[in-house]
């Protein structure tokens, strides 16, 4: 595969949040055409064969928190699925594959990048390294999103389990656990869900969570998340105390989390004081057996490629800025051309969502055309 040597933008990633990005810059790109600017080269980099992003790893009967018509990017209305529910992942995949056909949005795959390197002033442009050659740009945008990097807790015994680990990223529908002794371990949306969808295949399902867990009102899905996030980013910029989505609630009562609690089949237990060879056991002496954990223990930002700029940090992730007039903090601290999208509220409320990525990728375009066409 040939990568082009130098271009203006540089997209770390090809999933929803990359798309959003590169419509955007489509935009731009028209209008500063008009005012007499040459054409805006911008080249989206994607790990994987197929257009998707993440999505392509989802269990079959994963569905979006909302209807089609509230879980769209912009400029694209998602179909709605014929059967009138909420889109499952492989709607979402062809969705998406519509997408970056349309707006002719040059995404190049498979190609991983490996490492970037920062220009000696810190200014110019930065060199990005794949596994298929390097690339020059005046601007990157890292949209690599948390999909690649699952969050393994530590918990006592771990090491001397004896049956089968995998994290939520590794989970593909309830088949492969038929007859199965299933510990699930997490109190958010992935470990309602997966303990929902193993009932009935499982021989025994085991959720187990930190705290109890919260549900959020029936009648509250995405629609309604991303209307208390929009507020409360309005209130923020606003100066105003304000409560995100967190004040609601941790897990969405999706049809198959609903039907199983309201069965009584659905119920967390505390998390064992640790594992044992062939199972797990509490603080009160009762133990049980175990075929598998699964851990729903959510993700961490994938920037492993960042390594060698030896960025700012905090509290694990690099430090951003909001530009002047923006909503998000998402350019990097230390004055480089090097933006991040994506990552939920790190650098944009309810960034990470389908609905919620439009506004801070609307910024993110906006202030690299500003930083492309600005003197010097």
């Excluded at 006592?156 to 007859?179: C, K, M, N, V």
């Excluded at 867990?213 to 629609?223: K, M, N, Q, S, T």
């Excluded at 198959?256 to 056991?281: F, I, K, S």
């Excluded at 609307?362 to 066409?373: M, Q, T």
Aim: with cysteine; proline share 8%.
């Amino acid at each position: 595969m040939n990568l082009p040597s130098h271009v203006d933008v540089c997209v770390v990633g090809g999933g929803q949040s990359a798309l959003a990005l590169g419509y955007y810059l489509r935009r731009a790109e028209r209008e500063r055409q008009r005012r007499g600017h040459p054409p805006l080269s911008v080249v989206l980099l994607d790990r994987r064969d197929g257009p998707g992003g993440a999505w392509l790893d989802a269990w079959p009967s994963l569905r979006l928190f909302s209807p089609a018509g509230y879980s769209s990017l912009p400029g694209r209305l998602m179909p709605t699925p014929a059967d009138g529910t909420a889109p499952d992942a492989a709607h979402v995949v062809a969705y998406l594959a519509d997408y970056e056909q349309r707006y002719d949005l040059d995404v190049r795959r498979p190609v991983v990048v490996e490492d970037l390197v920062g220009a000696e002033d810190g200014r110019g442009p930065t060199e990005v390294r794949t596994d298929h050659g390097h690339v020059q740009a005046r601007a990157v945008v890292n949209a690599t999103g948390t999909w690649d990097r699952p969050f393994w807790p530590r918990l006592p015994g771990i090491e001397q389990f004896a049956g089968r680990q995998l994290h939520t990223h590794d989970y593909r529908g309830p088949d492969a656990f038929a007859g199965k002794r299933v510990l699930v371990v997490g109190g958010g949306n992935s470990g309602a869900q997966i303990a929902a969808d193993l009932l009935g295949t499982a021989q025994a399902v085991h959720w187990v969570t930190r705290e109890p867990p919260r549900y959020l009102p029936d009648d509250v899905d995405g629609r309604v998340l991303f209307e208390v996030a929009t507020r409360a980013v309005r209130a923020r910029a606003a100066g105003e105390q304000a409560e995100g989505v967190g004040s609601l609630g941790d897990i969405v009562v999706v049809p198959p989390v609903r039907a199983a609690r309201d069965r009584g089949e659905l119920h967390a237990d505390p998390l064992p004081e640790r594992l044992t060879r062939h199972g797990a056991t509490w603080s009160d002496g009762h133990s049980v057996d175990l075929d598998v954990v699964v851990w729903a223990t959510g993700f961490r930002p994938a920037l492993g490629h960042l390594r060698g700029l030896d960025l700012p940090r905090r509290r694990g992730v690099p430090v951003t800025v909001a530009p002047e007039g923006a909503t998000s903090e998402m350019r990097s601290a230390d004055g480089s051309p090097l933006w991040f999208l994506g990552y939920g509220d790190w650098c944009g409320a309810a960034s990470a969502t389908l609905i919620g990525v439009g506004r801070p990728a609307k910024e993110v375009a906006a202030d690299v055309v500003a930083h492309l066409d600005s003197p010097g």
